[in-house]
């Protein structure tokens, strides 16, 4: 399915989004965050049978950031911009209820590199590099950057990438423990359909606790975490998917898993 600057594919159960501009290395409009909206719409729509998400780039690259061909920066107000057009989208992203997988294919600058952090699974292709590009431009890191940084590899590393907008590497960002794992170029797309379908495969009602649980761990404390997992696994309890797996523990077979 084709939106604006997007693409949806829907394979057998895995949904995959695809940023689509790229004779810009997929930068980012209002227009594209616009077709993404729609898409997801889409994935809602099909909540019965989508049990997993795949965001990627079309082209070679993930996505080189804010689109700035349109305007100079002169009269923009670039806060409104984040407020109105690029939060709603990070939000509708946290907020998704099956399993998120980012599968990096390129250069992931900017604000692409907020989207690409925003997988709970984040695969690589080896040429892939992060890029805190903001200080070249005289702005800062947006799209909830500095929220997730310090939390995945601490605040030096952190402010280091910020502050001298240095390329990150697929494979450093491996090591600091910023992504999941890396492969050759022309294996991302197919080991990530297979992780994919893995998590498409099992309990996704309580995957989608589990995204929730650990997004609002950082901002809990203990005891509260410690509610937050009495809540989710009352949830989870409830489950048809739970009856399930534990017949198939006592059975001693593979469950099979509806979603429900």
């Given at each position: 399915?084709e939106f604006e600057r997007a693409?949806?594919?829907?394979?057998?159960?895995?949904?995959?989004?695809?940023?689509?501009?790229?004779?810009?290395?997929?930068?980012?409009?209002?227009?594209?965050?616009?077709?993404?909206m729609?898409?997801?719409?889409?994935?809602?729509?099909?909540r019965?049978?989508v049990?997993?998400?795949?965001?990627t780039?079309e082209?070679?690259?993930?996505?080189a950031?804010?689109?700035l061909?349109?305007?100079s920066?002169e009269?923009?107000?670039?806060?409104m911009?984040?407020?109105?057009?690029?939060?709603p989208f990070?939000?509708r992203l946290r907020?998704l209820?099956v399993?998120?997988?980012?599968?990096?294919?390129?250069?992931?600058?900017?604000?692409?590199m907020s989207?690409?952090?925003m997988?709970?699974?984040?695969?690589?292709a080896r040429s892939a590099?992060f890029?805190?590009?903001?200080r070249r431009?005289?702005l800062?890191?947006?799209?909830?950057?500095?929220?997730?940084l310090?939390r995945?590899?601490?605040?030096?590393?952190?402010?280091?990438?910020?502050?001298l907008g240095?390329?990150?590497?697929?494979?450093k960002?491996?090591e600091?423990?910023?992504v999941?794992?890396?492969?050759?170029?022309?294996?991302?797309?197919?080991?990530a359909?297979?992780?994919?379908?893995?998590?498409?495969?099992g309990?996704?009602?309580a995957?989608g606790?589990?995204?929730?649980l650990?997004?609002?761990s950082?901002?809990?404390?203990?005891e509260?975490?410690?509610?937050?997992e009495r809540?989710m696994?009352r949830?989870?309890?409830?489950?048809?998917d739970?009856?399930e797996?534990?017949?198939?523990?006592l059975?001693?077979r593979?469950?099979n898993?509806k979603?429900?």
């Amino acid at each position: 399915m084709e939106f604006e600057r997007a693409k949806l594919d829907i394979d057998g159960q895995i949904a995959i989004l695809k940023l689509n501009h790229p004779e810009v290395m997929n930068a980012v409009s209002p227009e594209m965050v616009g077709g993404l909206m729609k898409a997801l719409d889409e994935v809602d729509r099909r909540r019965d049978e989508v049990r997993c998400v795949i965001m990627t780039g079309e082209g070679r690259g993930f996505c080189a950031g804010a689109n700035l061909q349109p305007t100079s920066g002169e009269g923009v107000d670039a806060g409104m911009l984040l407020e109105t057009v690029f939060h709603p989208f990070l939000r509708r992203l946290r907020e998704l209820v099956v399993p998120l997988v980012t599968a990096v294919n390129g250069a992931a600058a900017g604000v692409g590199m907020s989207f690409a952090l925003m997988g709970d699974l984040v695969l690589c292709a080896r040429s892939a590099y992060f890029l805190q590009a903001f200080r070249r431009i005289g702005l800062v890191p947006d799209g909830g950057s500095t929220w997730i940084l310090p939390r995945l590899i601490g605040k030096a590393r952190a402010s280091e990438l910020s502050l001298l907008g240095e390329r990150l590497p697929a494979d450093k960002a491996l090591e600091w423990g910023l992504v999941n794992r890396v492969f050759a170029d022309d294996e991302l797309m197919e080991k990530a359909r297979e992780m994919g379908r893995e998590l498409a495969a099992g309990p996704t009602i309580a995957l989608g606790l589990i995204r929730r649980l650990y997004w609002e761990s950082p901002d809990n404390t203990y005891e509260e975490q410690l509610n937050l997992e009495r809540q989710m696994q009352r949830k989870a309890g409830a489950s048809a998917d739970f009856k399930e797996g534990v017949r198939a523990f006592l059975q001693k077979r593979p469950a099979n898993f509806k979603g429900a």
